[in-house]
């Protein structure tokens, strides 16, 4: 069964700290791994896209890492701001069959804190 | 600006009593989905649609339907709520389903709630 275990379930941080978040999957065959940020009652947005031959991807101060190997994901959140209480969300896509598409499968999410 | 637009933001009714959620999006998208998301338990997508009037179950449809008769519009349809429907539901879009790395975009959310 495709699945993806993200930890920690939340954290709190101080301001102007850095962070990593962790995420396991055992989705096959793989596709590309996505992280999302969510604000409370809002949609998730796309942080990155990876794929299998991409092993890390920056935006702005997020940084993600893969490895494909031990299947495995981080996201690095360096000098983190009030603006990053949010959750983040680890997506592995499967690869499917045209008719039937990509299969994404969710992790749990992490829940994030920034304190002043 | 390109959205993923739902309607209503926030809903209540009661058991049984029909109702539709719109979702539009302005991208000219060929995937839509639809998901729902619980405390604890994540997203977990209801139907999605890989084009006009081709749609297909995803992991929770139990309850609900949709249809895909224009590329822009993805609703999705409770015949009869109930109490477990009670969630934040929401609406996605991306280019395509084949193709990996197309990123999806999310709408802004409804949150139902059946009584």
């Known amino acids: 069964k495709n699945q993806v275990e993200q930890s920690p379930q939340s954290l709190i941080i101080l301001e102007g700290k850095n962070c990593t978040l962790q995420c396991n999957y055992t989705v096959s065959p793989f596709s590309n791994l996505r992280w999302y940020k969510q604000d409370t009652g809002r949609g998730p947005v796309s942080l990155t896209i990876m794929t299998f031959s991409e092993n890390t991807k920056s935006n702005g101060r997020y940084t993600a890492t893969l490895d494909a190997d031990t299947k495995q994901s981080s996201l690095h959140i360096t000098a983190s701001q009030l603006s990053d209480s949010a959750s983040y969300i680890c997506?592995?896509?499967?690869?499917?069959?045209?008719?039937?598409?990509?299969?994404?499968?969710f992790g749990g999410g992490t829940r994030v804190l920034v304190k002043p | 600006e390109a959205q993923v637009t739902q309607n209503p933001r926030y809903l209540i009714t009661v058991t049984g009593k029909k109702l539709t959620v719109t979702c539009s999006q302005n991208?000219?998208?060929?995937?839509m989905s639809w998901y729902r998301q619980d405390p604890g338990l994540g997203l977990r997508q209801i139907y999605y649609s890989m084009n006009v009037e081709v749609t297909d179950k995803g992991d929770v449809p139990e309850g609900y339907k949709v249809s895909r008769k224009e590329k822009r519009n993805f609703p999705l349809i409770l015949e009869s709520p109930s109490p477990n429907q009670t969630s934040l539901y929401f609406c996605?879009?991306?280019?395509?389903?084949?193709?990996?790395?197309?990123?999806?975009?999310f709408g802004p959310g409804t949150r139902l709630t059946v009584t």
């Open positions: 997506v592995v896509s499967a690869k499917g069959i045209k008719a039937a598409g990509n299969k994404l499968t």
């Open positions: 996605a879009s991306s280019l395509t389903g084949t193709l990996s790395s197309y990123e999806q975009y």
């Open positions: 991208m000219n998208h060929e995937y």
